[in-house]
C-alpha cells in the first residue's frame, strides 16, 4: 500500500511516522499505565504493530535506543521483507555521551539521527542565537552517514538552529490542537514550524491520548507544511490501522466510511434501517 510521502535530504519517508513511546513504557499519562505497557510489549508484539504499519505503507519509526525495540525492528524486516526507516534520538547531558549515542545509532543502522531534547533544549541560549555544543555531535552524524536533525520541545530551538546555519535537515518538535508539552500557544508553534525550510516530524499528535484521532489529526496535518511529517504511537493494530486511515483521509481528500465509538448513550444516533 502506498502512503504520501516527504523527502529529507535524499531519502524518501512516509508523512506518518510510528511512534513507539507505548511501546516502552513512556505514557505520559500516568505510573500505572507506563508499568502495564512495559509488561505489555514484548519484542514479539511491538514487531506485530511495526509490521502493520508498514503493510500499510508507512516505511519509518522514530525511536530512543532500546534493545528491545531495535530487536523488534530486526523481527519487522524479516516479516515483512521491508527495513524500517531508523529514526534515532540518542540522549544524553555532555556531548560526550551524545556522541557514544550516536555512534550507537549508526552501528544499530538508524538512517536519520535526532540528538534528544534532553541535551538541545538545556544546552540551547536563544541570547547567543547557539546551541553549546551540538556542533561537534553534528559533525559526528554526518561522518557516519547518517542525516542529522535535532530533537527539540521548545519552538526556540528550531529558530536558533536555523538562524545559525547548523548542519541540521529536520526537527522534531510537539504540536496538538490542545497544546500538550508545547512551551508556547499553538498558534505559534504553528507558525516556526511552518516558516522553517526544513520539514519537521510533529509529535504528540494526540495529546498522548488526551485528543480524538480525527481531531488530533486534522489539526496537525491542516496546518503544518506540505513537507513536515506526523509521528504517531498506537498500542494495537487495530490503532495503527484506524490511524493510517485517517491520515490517508486527511492527505487525499478522499472520505471513506468508518467505524465509530458505539455505547448505549449513542443509539439514538443509529439509523436501524441501514
Not at 51 to 75: C, H, Q, T, W, Y
Request: a negative charge.
Amino acid at each position: 500500500m502506498s502512503f504520501p510521502t516527504t523527502h529529507i535530504e535524499d531519502l524518501e519517508i512516509s508523512r506518518l511516522i510510528c511512534g513507539t513511546n507505548g511501546f516502552l513504557g513512556f505514557s505520559h499519562f500516568s505510573a500505572a499505565r507506563d508499568r502495564w505497557m512495559r509488561e505489555y510489549f514484548t519484542v514479539e508484539r511491538i514487531a506485530e504493530v511495526i509490521s502493520r504499519f508498514a503493510e500499510l505503507g508507512i516505511n519509518a519509526v522514530m525511536a530512543p535506543l532500546d534493545d528491545k525495540l531495535i530487536a523488534a525492528l530486526d523481527e519487522v524486516e524479516r516479516h515483512t521483507g521491508q527495513r524500517m526507516i531508523y529514526i534515532a534520538t540518542p540522549g544524553g547531558h555532555t556531548v560526550d555521551e551524545v556522541i557514544e549515542g550516536v555512534r550507537r545509532s549508526a552501528e544499530v543502522g538508524a538512517r536519520i539521527c535526532m540528538p534528544h531534547q534532553m541535551y538541545t533544549d538545556t544546552h540551547l541560549l536563544p541570547a547567543e542565537t547557539r546551541i553549546e555544543g551540538i556542533e561537534p555531535i553534528l559533525e559526528e552524524i554526518r561522518r557516519l552517514g547518517m542525516i542529522p536533525g535535532l530533537s527539540t520541545h521548545r519552538p526556540e530551538t528550531i529558530i536558533v538552529g536555523d538562524k545559525a546555519g547548523y548542519d541540521i535537515a529536520t526537527y522534531i518538535q510537539p504540536y496538538n490542537a490542545i497544546g500538550f508539552l508545547c512551551q508556547v500557544e499553538t498558534d505559534w508553534i504553528g507558525q516556526v514550524i511552518r516558516n522553517t525550510p526544513k520539514p519537521v516530524m510533529c509529535i504528540k499528535p494526540l495529546g498522548a491520548g488526551r485528543i480524538l484521532p480525527p481531531t488530533g489529526l486534522n489539526f496537525v496535518f491542516n496546518t503544518c507544511k506540505p513537507t513536515d511529517m506526523v509521528t504517531i504511537g498506537t498500542i494495537s493494530v487495530y490503532e495503527a490501522e484506524e490511524d493510517v486511515q485517517i491520515a490517508l483521509e486527511i492527505l487525499t481528500g478522499q472520505n471513506a466510511k468508518r467505524d465509530l465509538t458505539f455505547s448505549r448513550s449513542k443509539s439514538i444516533f443509529v439509523d436501524d434501517s441501514q
